[in-house]
């Protein structure tokens, strides 16, 4: 029988230490890699919330919109709610833009800054109005809006510019 070579031993230990290290090493990078991959996951979906967000503030101005108008040319309050309520959107679009002057104007008015602001939203598309509609309100069945809406760092949303062609 033979002896078990010492060397052999004293050999296998650094290896082993050094296969740890390099496992451990591989652990530590992925952590960091799904860390990091997270977090731009949540950023993706926060700033899709967001956008999603924007657009209902957009849809529910342009509701307004058409409801005030209606109101405005002579329809009464209820058949006014009634076709503004049934407006029907498409094509609705959303992308993020830059603030403009008149924003800038806004913001200052309700007291925040540019420094607040997370994302401003260019939201367009076309909106199909049922029922009379009387020309004074300046609308036709067939319509394009376009919209702008800021969304704040606290999450809040600011429509600041709404308009029905």
Known sequence: ???PDPTARESSGPR???MLLRV?????VAVILAF???R???AVQD???KKSEAIEQCLDAIHADIRERLEGAGTS??????QAEHAEFAKVDAHATSLSDDDLTLLRDSGRTRDDVSRDWAVDGEVEIPGDLPSAARLGPFNRFDCTAVVFKDGTVLVTHQQIN
């Open 1 to 3: 029988m033979t002896a």
């Open 16 to 18: 082993q230490r050094r």
């Open 24 to 28: 451990a090493g591989g652990v530590v």
């Open 36 to 38: 990091a991959g997270w």
């Open 40 to 42: 731009g996951y949540v």
């Open 47 to 49: 700033r899709e919330h």
């Open 77 to 82: 309050a209820s058949e006014a709610a009634k």
